[in-house]
């Protein structure tokens, strides 16, 4: 079974700042790989996905990239944050059995200050 | 374009007794899957039981069952016996083309 692991579990930045969240993934190979962002107490926006090695697909425009270095790698960042960047980021990919079932990592709680 | 409407924005029950969620969805996709995952304060989410739509049969998971009913693009999350521990937001999800969340219910366990 796959583990996803997300680094750094908090974290509080100034605005203006860049960011870096990463996300890594074991026991699977090649997986789809999302980046979902959720508001306090609501429900979450995907923000980008990754299908393989430098595919990134955008969904919602915003101040955000992601990067897909390695295979089980997948990287949020920013070049300057902004206070509505303020979250919790949620990476996810799909188990083994289902490519429709999404397994998520612990998150990272970032608050832009 | 897919949506999911959860309209309990909170919900409680005695520890022991059974609770209902509701959740109704809609999309113009012929295949797709139904979630209910759990997010305990630790912001952990947690996927709880699982529905193909093309299945008939309700799916279930130990005290938790759906009862889904696909004409009226209903899915709703029963949890029998509840526990302290089932305490939680709980969210209904849509797999089409993407995932697509309600806004989630909170489900307190009172002891």
């Known amino acids: 079974s796959q583990t996803i692991h997300q680094w750094p579990a908090t974290l509080v930045q100034p605005v203006g700042s860049p960011l870096s969240l990463e996300c890594t993934v074991e026991?699977?190979?090649?997986?789809?790989l999302y980046w979902y962002r959720q508001a306090a107490g609501r429900g979450l926006q995907l923000l980008f996905y990754?299908?393989?090695?430098?595919?990134i697909s955008s969904e919602v425009p915003q101040n955000l990239s992601a990067s897909r270095p390695q295979d089980r790698q997948f990287i949020l960042s920013s070049k300057k944050l902004l206070l509505s960047d303020s979250g919790f980021y949620l990476c996810?990919?799909?188990?083994?059995?289902?490519?429709?079932?999404?397994?998520f990592g612990p998150g990272t709680r970032l608050t832009v200050l | 374009a897919q949506t999911v409407t959860q309209s309990q924005p909170e919900m409680s029950v005695q520890e022991a007794e059974t609770v209902t969620l509701s959740c109704t969805y809609d999309?113009?996709?012929?295949?797709?899957?139904l979630f209910w995952y759990k997010q305990p304060p630790s912001r952990q989410m947690i996927l709880v039981i699982r529905?193909?739509?093309?299945?008939?049969q309700n799916a279930t998971e130990n005290r938790f069952s759906v009862n889904f009913q696909k004409a009226a693009k209903s899915f709703s999350l029963k949890i029998s016996d509840s526990q302290l521990g089932d305490a939680a937001m709980y969210f209904c999800?849509?797999?089409?083309?993407?995932?697509?969340f309600g806004e989630g219910t909170q489900l307190t366990v009172n002891p």
């Open positions: 996810a990919s799909p188990g083994g059995g289902s490519t429709d079932t999404q397994y």
């Open positions: 026991g699977t190979s090649n997986p789809n």
């Open positions: 990754s299908v393989g090695i430098g595919q």
């Open positions: 999309t113009s996709e012929s295949d797709y899957y």
């Open positions: 529905q193909e739509a093309y299945k008939q």
């Open positions: 999800v849509l797999s089409g083309s993407r995932l697509t």
